[in-house]
Structures are given as structure tokens and as C-alpha cells.
């Protein structure tokens, strides 16, 4: 809308437009302010800390979460990659439930899958105690499985859906054209797969796979359960070891730079993301036959037992033979999860709706600017996040504490530092972007006529609201809402470091537990997780089945 325009409009309208319009901007810088403390704790350095970081576990951090990224790409581009171009491309027995079955390893946290897997492999597991009765290995031989190796396959098993579901979309918009082309200029199937198929699909693979480095670089749980030390692991050694908040920020400041790093690789590729064929609805897939089309099912098939199949049948297994601990304990982690998953997602979900809402409607160059910086925190990691919102908090509460001790001559203590506002804070700035999503796709197709017509015939702004976008709007701010729910009941280092006293959840106890190397204990919690991941993967099995 141009200055004159905007000039012409009644003061009313001007005034509602002000304030969606700040009320955005607001929002923004919720969502930055974090991230400008973080940076500010450089500003004092404490020299024998860091000292002693540089010379016992800087470089071991830095190695051990480089070696994780490139393991954690190499795996998921391999798997995200075959298995979409074999379920998108290709005819093979079983192909139609494995299409959307290999999306289900979405519902599994990646701490979930990393202690079924130790429970499964290490020592003492079932695999290696067969293995040493079948061949006659004796009592003492073991094969090592919590290294980087072990934790690079629970990633990359975890984590392959991202790169699988974009890069299957990518392979079903291609078309048959460019395919049959190659072939009929003398290319065999593996070098039109090589140089027709898959630079075609590039975008799609390398947004997947930045978002998969991203989930990488913000695990915490998987990480921690296999004792392999990173960045996040670092940051809640420095909090909690050392008992030193700045150099926790320092810490984050780094692995947000690296953050940062893959969101801009999966902002890059994303606006390039319409590069391909435009052929739909024409693609003739490939008909396996034989030895082949036994291999690729096998093949599929392999990786959805190992990634969901196996690890949900152990957890049901644990989970039965631990069902004594359904106590009031259990009931209480319980209703902690569905009290703040609930909160938040209201909380959020009100963020979402104005954040769409202004852009759409009172959207300036400034406001839209402020939708894309409210937005970022999805990239943020937990821990990240959780230094941040603690030294925010800490400096508003000590503000606040110099103000009441001028007034009335007593410290209040802390009022909204390790409490469940710092926690709910932490929620909102990580999954704003999570429910932005399908409250903006919902918002679009909400014909602005329908908002004029109201306004002509008298209703007011809060009228036109109430009556018209909510109602119209309900699934899409349900599904935000389920969406935001999971996640929150799923997240567990913000969770962990930001918790009250006394308010455990459910992925709090699974740590508590496997640090312990609980595995059957730390079943019955997972499970709820695992069931109620299963949520989100089922609306996106429904939006891939329409592709």
C-alpha cells in the first residue's frame, strides 16, 4: 500500500494496521533478542576457562561435530536419496505401504532410537550376547558401538525422512520427458539416475539435507546417551559443570554460527527450489523385475525396520515388562508434558495468526522483514535458546530487584528466571516458525473480499477476526497447534536446562534414565513420545499421498 493510500485511509483503520504492524515487529524481537544476548556474553571473557577449554576439549569438540556433520550427510543423502527415487520412480514389490512407511522414523526422537539402539547392540544387548553364543567368540569379545560410528547411524536413520520426503517430491515433479530423453541418447539407468535425475532434484536434496545437519547440530539427547561430546554437550558442561552461564553463551554463539551456516544453504536452495521438469502426472515408473526388484524391496525394507520397525517392537517389548511404573509418578510426568505441549501451543499458535496476519494484510518492507526474523527460531537449537532466554531473564529480574529493593527495601529474588516463564519463552522463539506454517497456508486462501465485505457492513476489526478468520482458519490453527504440541513434549534441552524444580517430563525422565543406562525403565515414557509423534507423520503421509 503506498504512503498516499495510506494517508486516504479513516483513522481507524490506520490505528488497527499500526497495531498488527508493531504487534509483529514486537514478536521479532522476542525472537531476536535472545540471540543478541548470546553474542553480548563475548564481551567478557573469562581467560582460565577458556584456557583450559582450548586445551583439553576445544579441538575435540570442534572435530567431534565435524565429523558428525559430514557422517550425518553422507548417510541421509544416501538413504533419503535411494529410497526416494526407488518409492517415486520405480515398481517393486511392496512399494506402495514402503511410499509412506519410510516417513514414520519422523516420530522417533533421536534420543529414543539412540538407547534402543545401545540397549539392542552394545555389550551386553541381545545382538552381541547371539553373536558370541552362535560363533564361539568367548565372553569377552565385543564390538565398540558407542563411537561416532554408532552415533552417525542413529542420525542418519533418524534423520534420513528430511532429505527422502523433498527429494521424492523433487523426483515425482520431474516429469518422464528429460528421463527418456537421456535414455534414448544412449544413457543406461544409473548414468541418467546420475546426470539427469538427481542435478535436477539437487535443490530439493541439499533443503532436506540442510535440515537435517540442522537437527544434527541441535541434538542433544542422542549425543549425550552415547557420551560423544559436542557443542550441546559442551554447553551443558559449561552451565552445569562450571556453573558459568557467560561461557555457555560463548559456547552457543558457536554452534549458532554453524546453525546459521546450513539455515542460509536451506534458504539458498529453497528459492531455487522450482528448478526441474514440469512434466506431473505423466511419470511412467520403472518396472523391476526379478532379482532386482527382490533387492530393492529388501533394500527399503531394511531400512524401515532398522529406523521404526525393530526399535518400536523393543520399546513395546521394554515398555510391557517395566508397566508397574504406571504410577502417580508416570501420570504426573504426564500431565507436566501436556500442560506446558498445551501452553505453548496456545501461546504460539497466537503468535502465528499475528505474525500471518500482518503480513498479509498491514504487511510494510519493515513488518514483513520482522515475520522472516520471528521465524528463525525453529533453526535455533534447544540449548541455544535456553542460555539465551536464562541470561535474558537474569538481567530483567535483576533490573527488577534493584527497583523493588529502591521501593520497599527487600530483594524479591528471582521472579521470572527459573520459572515457568523462562521455560514457556524458550518454546515459543524455537516453534513460532513450526506453527507460522500452516496458520500462513490457511491465512492464503481466506479471500481478502471476505474481510472488506464485513468491514463495509459495520463490523469492527476484533468482529472481523472472531467471526470470519477463526472460524475459517480452524484447521489450520488446529493442525499448528498438534504440531507445536509434539514438539514440545518432545523437546528436551531447553526443557532440561530451563525446567522448575520439580517439573519433570517425559523426555526429562527418558534422560534421567538412560544416563543411568535404565533402557527398559526409559521405555514406557518413549512410548507416549513415540505415539504422540505419530500425529504429525500421519498429516504428512495424508499431504505426500495427495502429491
Known amino acids: 500500500m503506498s504512503v498516499a493510500a495510506a494517508e486516504s485511509l479513516p483513522n481507524h483503520r490506520r490505528s488497527e494496521g499500526r497495531l498488527w504492524r508493531w504487534s509483529a515487529r514486537l514478536l521479532a524481537l522476542v525472537v531476536l533478542l535472545p540471540l543478541l544476548v548470546i553474542f553480548s556474553g563475548w564481551l567478557t571473557i573469562d581467560a582460565d576457562i577458556w584456557r583450559h577449554l582450548a586445551q583439553t576439549q576445544l579441538p575435540s569438540l570442534l572435530a567431534n561435530t565435524l565429523i558428525l556433520v559430514a557422517g ?92 527422502y520426503m523433498l527429494a521424492r517430491v523433487s523426483f515425482l515433479g520431474q516429469g518422464q520427458s528429460a528421463y527418456e530423453a537421456a535414455r534414448v541418447l544412449g544413457q543406461g539407468p544409473w548414468q541418467a539416475f546420475w546426470r539427469v535425475s538427481v542435478p535436477m532434484a539437487r535443490p530439493g536434496i541439499a533443503a532436506g539435507l540442510a535440515l537435517a545437519l540442522m537437527e544434527t547440530l541441535a541434538d542433544f539427547g542422542a549425543v549425550a546417551i552415547f557420551n560423544y561430546d559436542t557443542f550441546t554437550t559442551a554447553i551443558y558442561k559449561a552451565w552445569f559443570g562450571f556453573f558459568d552461564l557467560n561461557s555457555a553463551a560463548q559456547l552457543a554463539s558457536l554452534l549458532l554460527l554453524l546453525v546459521l551456516g546450513a539455515l542460509w544453504l536451506e534458504r539458498h536452495f529453497r528459492a531455487r527450489a522450482r528448478f526441474g521438469d514440469s512434466g506431473r502426472g505423466q511419470t511412467r515408473r520403472i518396472r523391476l523385475a526379478g532379482a532386482r526388484a527382490w533387492l530393492a524391496c529388501a533394500y527399503a525394507l531394511g531400512v524401515f525396520l532398522l529406523a521404526f520397525g525393530l526399535p518400536v517392537s523393543q520399546l513395546a517389548r521394554w515398555a510391557w515388562e517395566t508397566r508397574e511404573q504406571l504410577d502417580a509418578r508416570y501420570l504426573d510426568l504426564l500431565g507436566h508434558t501436556a500442560m506446558l505441549g498445551g501452553t505453548a501451543a496456545l501461546l504460539t499458535v497466537a503468535g502465528a495468526f499475528v505474525l500471518a496476519y500482518a503480513r498479509r494484510h498491514h504487511g510494510d518492507g519493515f513488518t514483513r522483514t520482522g515475520v522472516r526474523i520471528a521465524t528463525l527460531g525453529y533453526a535455533l537449537p534447544g540449548s541455544v535458546l535456553a542460555v539465551g532466554v536464562m541470561l535474558t531473564l537474569t538481567w530483567v529480574d535483576n533490573r527488577l530487584a534493584d527497583l523493588w529493593h529502591a ?53 469492527s476489526p476484533r468482529e472481523v477476526v472472531r467471526r470470519i478468520y477463526v472460524p475459517m482458519l480452524r484447521p489450520g490453527l488446529l493442525t499448528a497447534a498438534l504440531l507445536v ?61 495427495r502429491l
Open 72 to 163: 550425518v550427510a553422507l548417510g541421509t543423502s544416501v538413504l533419503g536419496v535411494s529410497l526416494a527415487w526407488l518409492t517415486a520412480r520405480c515398481e517393486f514389490p511392496g512399494r506402495r505401504w514402503l511410499d509412506w512407511a519410510l516417513m514414520l522414523p519422523f516420530a522417533l526422537p533421536a534420543y529414543v532410537l539412540a538407547f534402543v539402539f545401545l540397549g539392542l547392540f552394545d555389550f551386553s544387548g541381545p545382538v552381541q550376547q547371539t553373536l558370541r553364543q552362535v560363533l564361539g567368540l568367548g565372553p569377552h569379545w565385543s564390538l565398540e558401538v558407542r563411537n561416532a560410528g554408532g552415533v552417525i547411524t542413529v542420525m542418519a536413520l533418524v534423520f534420513y525422512p528430511y532429505v
Open 407 to 459: 521501593w520497599f527495601g527487600v530483594d524479591p529474588g528471582l521472579l521470572l528466571a527459573g520459572g515457568l516463564v523462562g521455560l514457556l519463552l524458550a518454546y515459543f522463539v524455537r516453534f513460532l516458525a513450526v506453527a507460522f506454517g500452516p496458520v500462513d497456508s490457511a491465512l492464503e486462501r481466506i479471500r481478502p473480499h471476505l474481510r472488506e465485505a464485513a468491514r463495509s457492513l459495520g463490523a
Open 485 to 545: 504440541l509434539v514438539d514440545v513434549m518432545k523437546e528436551m534441552p531447553a526443557t532440561l536446562l530451563l525446567r522448575p524444580f520439580g517439573w519433570d517430563t517425559l523426555a526429562v525422565r527418558i534422560y534421567e534414565l538412560t544416563s543411568e543406562g535404565e533402557w527398559e525403565r526409559a521405555a514406557l515414557p518413549a512410548v507416549a513420545l513415540v505415539l504422540a509423534g505419530l500425529l504429525p507423520v500421519i498429516l504428512l503421509v495424508r499431504r505426500s499421498a
